[in-house]
């Protein structure tokens, strides 16, 4: 009787019997991916490498979060206390 150990790493059987993975279709992904991709800038970050952020709309996002998101105002804290850029290229 096979233990767990013998089990393939791969939670998705047929990917792991050397199928394609199971992910949905490849059209909704990439339409989804197309339509997701100008969530990733904003006008500050417009033509910059994805994944920047200004701190002026660090601090927009923190202000959205204390109103609508159950964030304490007082310890929110300042937008630098959530991201930084010195890991981005």
Do not use: I
């Not at 394609?20 to 500050?44: H, I, M, R």
């Amino acid at each position: 009787m096979p233990t767990p150990r013998d089990e393939p790493r791969c939670r998705h059987r047929r990917h792991a019997e050397g199928g394609p993975p199971q992910a949905g279709q490849p059209e909704a992904q990439l339409a989804g991916l197309k339509l997701s991709q100008q969530l990733y800038f904003t006008k500050d970050s417009q033509g910059k490498r994805p994944f920047r952020v200004a701190p002026a709309t660090m601090e927009e996002s923190l202000k959205v979060l204390v109103t609508y998101g159950g964030m304490d105002a007082a310890t929110r804290g300042k937008a630098d206390d959530y991201f930084t850029l010195e890991l981005l290229p």
